[in-house]
């Protein structure tokens, strides 16, 4: 009898199975796609804020800096550090970072800022170019799943399941913005987390970054006085004529 039960109960699963229908084969480029369709052409194009920095070391807070912030995408950021008589600023122009010390530049590198990228730029960029540089960051839009992430549906862009240690995007399904990224580099697990976002016209902005190293927090960030479309001398942008 306990052998008949087994077997009906195994063909009502199989039965039950066959009978729900499978979704449409998701993949991140659909994912991209989405997110390229709905905000191409309707983000803001620039945006300054001031914003409080916190840095962590073992989980515990050690500095708290205030930064002073413009962004014009999808190529310019700059990063002031501190007060403007201070003369201290990261800038990121094009695919070159540059820093400045003491109104002095000390370094320059081959570098473009991923999240000037991820947090808008990639809507001012030719949807192919948005490919190469998904891929080039890491994030394989082949693979695909959806799970929920702090109560919301999202899609995951980078891998096939949670169980996967490799680099994935966090999309909110609603909105199609990125919540979240985990990023693999060597050993070295990076994470960050946008929360309190704002609607900005058709577009978003996230307000508080959350950023882990190895799952311990690194830094987290609060943006305040954010304006956007505004008009910006594009000479701060410009590390040999620093000011």
Sequence with gaps: MKKIIITFIALCSLFVAKATPLKDSLTGEKVLQKMYKKYKGNWYKN?????????????????????YES???????????????????VIYNK?????????KLVNKSLR?????????????LP?????????KEGY?????????YNGKAVYVIGAN???????????EKERLIVVRFIKYIGKTKQEAIF???????????????????????????KYYDCKFNTTIDMAIFDPYQFK
């Design 47 to 67: 945006f300054t804020f001031t914003q409080t920095t916190e840095t962590f070391k073992k989980d515990s807070l050690v500095k708290t800096d205030t930064w």
């Design 71 to 89: 962004i014009v995408f999808p190529d310019y950021f700059r990063i002031s550090i501190g007060a403007a008589e201070n003369g201290n600023a």
């Design 95 to 103: 695919d070159s970072v540059f820093q400045i010390r003491k109104s």
């Design 112 to 124: 473009t800022d991923d999240l000037t990228f991820l947090l808008g730029g990639m809507y001012f």
């Design 127 to 135: 949807y192919d170019t948005v490919k190469s540089k998904i891929l």
């Design 140 to 148: 394989d839009y082949t693979k695909a799943y959806e799970t929920t």
């Design 161 to 171: 399941n949670e169980n996967e240690k490799v680099s994935q995007l966090f999309i």
């Design 195 to 221: 929360d309190g976002h704002q609607k900005v016209g058709k577009a978003y902005t996230e307000t508080i970054v959350s950023f882990y190293i190895n799952d311990a927090m690194l830094q987290k960030e």
